[in-house]
C-alpha cells in the first residue's frame, strides 16, 4: 500500500479511521473495539477508559469479534512530526550541496543534453527516496538463499556508500528466525509431500507453459485445480491466473466500466485499486471498516444516482479485504453482506492473506463468520501466502466464471500457471481439506490459530502497541518514529529474527510499524527467541508505548500527589 493509492483517497477526502457510532480521539483513531453477541450487546473498550455502545448489529455476529487500535500517544505523534521535519530540512541542505556539486548525487537524474527534452521523470518526486529512504534502505530487498520457512539464510552485504549500492561479503546468516514471510500453514518448504509432488510435475510436464489458457497452454493440471478450488470455497465454479497482483488489477476492469459505481475500503491493497481505476468506474472510498461510512455512500448512491444525469447506477460493487495486511484487521463481512443485500450491490471479496489462515477449515473469513459462501458475488485470493505457492482465484457462479474466461485480459493474454505451481497448490489444498488421508491440515490450522493468540498476547503483556484482530496472525508492532524503522530492522537481526519494517508512505507518517507474520511451522521455543528479541529492542528503542491497563498521566500523578500527603 502507498500513500498515493490506498491511503489517500481516490475523490480527495480526508481519511479519518473510526469505528462505527463513535468519534474519533483526539488524532483520529480508536484505541480498542470490539463486537460480540453477548445478550445482544456491544461493548467498545479503550486502554484508558471505558465505553458501552448497544450495537443494532450484534446479532450478525455468532463469534467474539475483537480488534485493538490503542491511540498514537500525543507525545510520540509530536516527535514523530518533528523527527520528520528535520529530516526533510536537512534534505533540503543536501540537494543544495549536490546542486553546487558538493555531494555526490547517486540516484539518475536527466543528462545535461537533454535538458531541453520534456523531463522524464520529476526530480522532486525522488526527495523522499534521496534523503529518507535511503538512510534506512538496508532494511529491505535483502538476499535470501535458502527456503523461506521457518528459518532461513540471509545472505550478508555492506554497503560503501551509505545504502546506494551493496556488495555482498560472500557470507551467510544460517538459521534466521523468519517472522516477516507469508508463509501461514508453513507450506513453502523444500522437503515433504508438496516438494514432492512438485517435482513429479516438473519431470511430468516441464516448468513452463509457453501459451495462454485460450490456446495451447490450458493443462489437465489447471483443470483439476479449479475443480477442487471451487470444492474448497464453496463455489459453483473458479478460475485460477498466474500472478495475484493481476488476479485484482486485470479482473476489476472486465466487471465493472463507465456508470458503475466502486465503493472501496480506504486502506484496500493497490492491486484493488489499480484495478478499480483501470475500470474507468466511479470510485468513492469508505472508512476503513467502518460500516455507517459505507451504509452513507450507499444510501447516497440509491438517492442520488449519476452525476448530472442522476440516472441510477448500472452496478454498485463493494471492495473489500479479508485480513488488511498492513493493519491486521479482519473485515466486518457479516455486515458487508447485509449492508450488500440491502441495497442491491455486489461485493468482491479479496483473500489474499485470509485463505488459509482463518476459520475452524481455513477457508478464509467466511468460514471463520460461518457465513454462506453465495453470499459473496466474487471470492478472490492468491495462492502465494497459506499454500506456499504463486498466483491467484476468483470463484463464483458458474456464468461469472465462464463470463471472466472471455473477457479478462489475464485470462486472454497471460502466459498460464506453471505446472509445478498447479501441483503444490493442489496437494497443500488438499492436506487442509483432509483429502490426503491425514490429519496434518487440521493440525497446521490449529498450530497457527494458538501460535497467534499466544504471540498477540506477549506483546501486550509486554507493554507494546500492536494493530489487528486477535486472530489475524499479521501482528502489526507500532515503531512510529521514523529513526526507529531502521534501528529496529538492525537490532532484530543481530539477534538473529528477521522482520520487515514498514513507514510513510506505506503507512500514515505517524505509523511506522514492524510486522510480524505469524506461522504454523513456528514452534514456540522461535516465538518466545522471537519475543525476547523483541523486548530487548523494544527497552533499547524505547518502544513500550502502550497504556493498556497503566494509569493515565493525569492518573498517574494524582496518585503521586496522594502517596505524598
Not at 480488534?67 to 505523534?77: Q, R
Not at 463464483?396 to 506453471?418: F, N, Q, W
Not at 490426503?436 to 501460535?451: A, F
Amino acid at each position: 500500500m502507498t500513500e498515493s493509492s490506498t491511503s489517500k483517497l481516490l475523490n480527495g477526502d480526508t481519511c479519518h479511521r473510526t469505528v462505527n457510532g463513535k468519534k474519533a480521539v483526539r488524532n483520529g483513531f480508536v484505541k480498542n473495539h470490539c463486537i460480540f453477541r453477548q445478550q445482544q450487546l456491544q461493548k467498545y473498550r479503550r486502554p484508558k477508559e471505558k465505553s458501552h455502545h448497544v450495537s443494532r448489529n450484534a446479532a450478525l455476529y455468532n463469534k467474539p469479534f475483537m480488534e485493538s487500535f490503542e491511540e498514537t500517544p500525543l507525545l510520540v505523534a509530536v516527535l514523530t512530526y518533528m523527527g520528520y521535519g528535520i529530516l526533510t530540512i536537512f534534505g533540503y541542505l543536501r540537494d543544495f550541496l549536490r546542486d553546487w556539486k558538493i555531494e555526490k548525487c547517486h540516484i539518475a537524474r536527466e543528462r545535461e543534453e537533454q535538458k531541453d527534452f520534456v523531463p522524464l521523470y520529476q526530480d522532486f518526486e525522488n526527495f523522499y527516496t534521496r534523503n529518507l529512504y535511503m538512510r534506512i534502505r538496508d532494511n529491505w530487498n535483502r538476499p535470501i538463499s535458502s527456503v523461506p520457512g521457518a528459518r532461513m539464510d540471509l545472505v550478508e552485504r555492506v554497503t560503501p556508500d551509505y545504502n546506494w549500492t551493496f556488495e555482498h561479503t560472500g557470507k551467510v546468516n544460517k538459521d534466521v528466525i523468519n517472522m516477516g514471510s507469508y508463509n501461514y500453514l508453513g507450506f513453502a518448504e523444500n522437503t515433504g509431500m508438496c516438494a514432492d509432488a512438485a517435482t513429479e510435475a516438473t519431470l511430468q510436464y516441464g516448468v513452463g507453459v509457453t501459451s495462454t489458457r485460450q490456446e495451447m497452454g490450458n493443462l489437465d493440471k489447471h483443470e483439476e485445480l479449479e475443480n477442487l478450488v471451487a470444492s474448497f470455497l464453496g463455489v459453483e465454479s473458479s478460475m485460477v491466473f498466474g500472478m495475484g497482483f493481476a488476479t485484482n488489477s486485470m479482473n476489476i476492469p472486465a466487471l465493472t466500466g463507465k456508470g458503475c459505481l466502486i465503493l472501496s475500503d480506504e486502506l484496500n491493497h493497490a492491486s484493488l485499486v489499480l484495478g478499480a481505476r483501470l475500470s474507468g468506474s466511479t470510485i468513492r472510498v469508505f472508512k476503513h471498516n467502518n460500516m455507517q461510512s459505507l451504509e452513507k455512500l450507499l444510501r447516497d448512491a440509491i438517492v442520488h444516482g449519476q452525476p448530472r444525469t442522476h440516472r441510477p447506477w448500472k452496478k454498485i460493487l463493494i471492495l473489500v479485504e479479508g485480513i488488511y495486511s498492513m493493519e491486521g484487521s479482519i473485515v466486518r463481512l457479516p455486515e458487508v453482506i447485509a449492508l450488500k443485500k440491502k441495497y442491491k450491490a455486489y461485493v468482491y471479496l479479496d483473500e489474499a492473506h485470509s485463505i488459509g489462515a482463518l476459520g475452524p477449515r481455513g477457508r478464509g473469513v467466511v468460514d471463520y463468520f460461518d457465513l454462506d459462501p453465495r453470499d459473496v458475488d466474487i471470492m478472490m485470493g492468491t495462492f502465494t501466502k497459506s499454500f506456499g505457492a504463486a498466483g491467484g482465484y476468483i470463484g463464483g457462479k458458474k456464468e461469472l466464471i465462464d463470463y471472466l474466461r472471455a473477457h479478462s485480459h489475464s485470462a486472454v493474454y497471460a502466459a498460464s500457471m506453471s505446472s509445478p505451481v498447479a501441483q503444490q497448490i493442489i496437494t497443500s489444498m488438499k492436506c487442509i481439506m483432509g483429502e490426503d488421508g491425514t490429519s496434518l491440515g487440521l493440525e497446521r490450522l490449529r498450530q497457527l490459530s494458538e501460535n497467534t493468540v499466544y504471540f498477540r498476547r506477549r506483546l501486550q503483556e509486554l507493554g507494546f502497541i500492536t494493530y489487528g484482530n486477535e486472530a489475524s496472525p499479521v501482528v502489526p508492532l507500532m515503531l512510529y518514529m521514523p529513526a526507529k524503522i531502521g534501528a529496529f530492522g538492525r537490532e532484530m537481526l543481530k539477534r538473529n529474527i528477521g522482520t520487515v519494517v514498514v513507514g510513510f508512505p506505506a503507512t500514515p507518517i505517524i505509523e511506522s510499524r514492524a510486522r510480524f507474520c505469524v506461522s504454523a511451522a513456528h514452534t514456540r521455543g522461535m516465538l518466545d527467541t522471537a519475543l525476547n528479541a523483541v523486548n530487548e529492542v523494544g527497552d533499547l528503542l524505547q518502544l513500550k508505548y502502550s497504556r493498556h491497563g497503566r494509569q493515565s498521566p493525569l492518573e498517574e500523578a494524582t496518585s503521586f500527589l496522594e502517596s505524598l500527603e
